[in-house]
């Protein structure tokens, strides 16, 4: 004589039972805090109608503007080469493989921590020869406090939904069943933000007399936005 087989698990009831009733609340966090680094991108080009010249120009001015950012010392937190490119541009009229200029360019990345030397460090690049200058793109740092902090308030905002739902049905939370993180992030991560600075300070030497006045830039205040799902049981409520 065979057994019968022992019946399948059926699925979780998501929403308790009569003795432990369930609550499931979202608990949310908005914060608005000063960004920690600022990015700016730096393109270095050269062009002429020989293709050493023209390589020569640019190795050189890919090389001020280097010792350049470098001269700020440690208010830059990073400095990077991206692309490097050389492009012949052929002669419109004519057979072969006649080139008529020459088109050079290497395009950099500097994050600085220390925004008094930023408004200064953008305007003498962009005075530079052939140099272009975008951003600055403020962010937050991806271990910073600010996330931290937003997903802190978030469980006390989850548990704080879930005190009064359950106070308003004259019982009491007894235990979390779940905690699922729903998001936490920056929602400005490189949005530019054009404004002014109200400190100025001279980095690397005094600046020749001939130089544009530095750029006056006011940080851009960062979103921080923190969501959690989470279930608590409570006591049996008296309905």
């Keep these: 004589m065979t057994s019968a087989p022992a019946p399948e698990p059926g699925p979780a009831v998501p929403y308790g039972a009569p003795d432990a009733p369930r609550i499931a609340v979202r608990g949310e966090a908005h914060l608005e805090v000063d960004p920690e680094i600022a990015r700016i991108g730096i393109t ?3 062009r002429g109608k020989d293709r050493r010249s023209t390589l020569d120009d640019l190795t050189r001015r890919n090389a001020h503007a280097l010792d350049l950012v470098k001269s700020y010392g440690q208010a830059v937190e990073n400095l990077e080469t991206g692309a490097l490119s050389l492009t012949p541009e052929p002669a ?3 057979r072969g493989e006649r080139v008529r200029t020459y088109h050079g360019a290497v ?3 500097a ?3 220390d925004f008094t030397a930023l408004g200064e460090l953008t305007t003498r690049l962009a005075d530079s020869e052939l140099t272009r200058v975008d951003g600055p793109w403020w962010a937050l740092r991806p271990g910073s406090p600010a996330h931290r902090e937003a ?3 978030a469980v006390q905002d989850a548990v704080q939904r879930a005190r009064e739902y359950a106070e308003a049905l004259g019982t009491s939370l ?4 779940e905690l699922a993180e729903i998001g936490a992030e920056n929602t400005h991560p490189w949005a530019p933000a054009p404004g002014r600075m109200r400190t100025r300070q001279a980095y690397g030497g005094a600046a020749p007399e001939d130089e544009a006045a530095p750029l006056d830039l006011e940080p851009e205040r960062q979103h921080v936005h923190a969501q959690v799902d989470a279930r608590f049981t409570m006591a049996p409520p008296r309905l």
Aim: one cysteine or more; hydrophobic letters at 40%; charged letters at 25%.
């Design 111 to 113: 994050a600085l921590c």
């Design 107 to 109: 395009r950099l990345t």
């Design 151 to 153: 997903r802190r308030r």
């Design 44 to 46: 270095v080009t050269a």
């Design 174 to 177: 007894t235990a979390l069943v």
């Design 92 to 94: 419109r009229h004519g």
